[in-house]
Structure formats: structure tokens, C-alpha cells
């Protein structure tokens, strides 16, 4: 199994990577003036993935899509990958190979070649990914940092991705979304000197708003009526019977970038900034004084440590 990730992700990765597939462990050349950055996330097969929905090359292109997306909240540009994969005895070799096809394609994609990893015998498959990514030094974004009057922004459409995986489910059909990690715009906007705090939308805006929030002890005060959704989202929530303004605020997955700015031209300016940023870009509300956010419903989700 070793052998056959080794030929589709290939031994020598190039680049600053001087060992990649084949030892204990893979070097890295480092380089002055940068900062490395480092984040895991795990996918359970049945808690996260099921494959007679998503299919094998989906979920290895969603778990280094996921894990990308949090480079991109902070700013950095990808370099490599590790990949920690559970799996039965009993799965075919088709499946496998469809699986580590699609992690490889997604790091290809995004420059971010896979260089190592593990392997082990379990009960149900699990995707362990490990990104690494490069920054200047103490240009990362944070989540710290808000202060009362700064404007709240977020990339793309909320909604989309908790919509899909809901129509999926009640219809029984496959599911095919790969989120896009914002990574061009985390870049651009580690450039911006108004840039106050950023992060991506993995549980919910509710939710990862919260978290910006309580760590600079301030609150928020969002106008759901500018939440950007796509084309049709409202009328699809409410043939579903759901919503619309619940799966925006609390339904998760969107991977979109949530972010302030201090207050100037630029904050006052979406579609500038968008054109800077090379992504639809949406403000949404303010960073006031005191606890919580008002203009939402809330509700608790998930957290990264």
C-alpha cells in the first residue's frame, strides 16, 4: 500500500523538500525570514464521510481541501503534506487507490505535494491530515486583535455546503462538494495592513464568529440581510423546510474566510477589496463594544484546539 502511494504521489517532491516518501521521516530546507505553520484535522469515516455518498476520491480531495482552508486563515502558502491513514483489511484496493488519488490531486492542485505519512489496520477508515505551510515572519493573521469599529467581511456564499449535504441526505442521492480553500485571498490579505483578525468558516459563522470574538472580549453586531448566498439558496432552504437565515448562520462547512479590517476606505469599499482580494467579498456587519452577537441565532458547534 506504501509502495503504491509512493508511484501516485511520486518519492521526490522537489522544491525546498529534500526527502520526501521513503524514510522516516521527510526534510525540509528552511528560509530566512519565514515563519512554518502547522495544522491537523481528522475525518471519521460515518462521523465526518460516508463512501456510498461521497465516494472515495471526494473524500481524499475534501480532507487536504479542509486542512488547506486553515493555511489560508492564516495567511500562509502551502508547502507539503502528511497523510495518517486507518483503514480495514477488508477495503477493496480500487477504493484505496480512488482515495489517495483524490489527496493527491487536491495537494497537486493547491502545490502542496504529499511527503509522508503512516498507515494502519483499523475498524473504520480515518484521514489524519497534517499541513504545512510557510509565512512571513509575524505577517500570519490571527484570531486576536479586533477592536470596536472594525468591519466583519466574509469570501464567497454562506449556506451552500450545510444545504447540499441536507438535500443529499434527505434524498439519498451522492454528494460531490469539495470546498475551495481561500487560499489566494488568505495571501493577499496577510498584505494588508488593515487586516485585524482572520478565520475560517468551518463551523458556522455563529459559531467561529464566536470564537473572534471572545478572544478579543469584544461582540458583533451582524446584518443578516446582507449574508451572501447563492443563486437559488433561499428557495431550495424552503423547499427543504429549512431556514434559510439558521443554515447561514449555524450549518457549517462553508470554508469561506471570516475577517476584519480597521476602519478606512477599504472597509467601506467591498468591491474593491474584492477585486484586491480576487474573490467575491462581503461585509456583514461590525465589531462593537461588550459580549456575544446581536442579528444572528446561535448555537454552540465544534472547536479547533
Known sequence: ?????????GRSPGGRWT??????????????GEELVFSTDTLVEDVHFRFA??????IGRRAIAV?????AAMGAAPVGVLLGLCAPASMPVRVFDAMIAGVVFEAERFGCPLVGGNLSRANACSLAVTVIGRVETGRALRRTGLAVGDALFVTGVLGLAAMRRLA??????????VPEPRLEAGLRLARLRQTKACIDLSDGLASDLGQLLRASRVAAEIEAGTLPAAPGFTRACRGLGIDPLELQAAGGED?????????GALADDSQ???RRLGVRVTRIGRVIGGRGIRGLPVRPGRHHF
Open 1 to 9: 500500500m506504501i509502495a503504491r502511494i509512493a508511484r501516485r504521489a
Open 19 to 32: 526527502l520526501g516518501i521513503g524514510d522516516d521521516a521527510a526534510l525540509l530546507r528552511g528560509r530566512a
Open 53 to 58: 455518498r461521497e465516494g472515495p476520491r471526494v
Open 67 to 71: 486542512n488547506l482552508s486553515d493555511l
Open 168 to 177: 443529499a441526505d434527505r434524498s439519498k442521492g451522492p454528494l460531490r462538494h
Open 255 to 263: 470554508y469561506e474566510l471570516l475577517f476584519a479590517l480597521a476602519p
Open 272 to 274: 474593491a477589496l474584492s
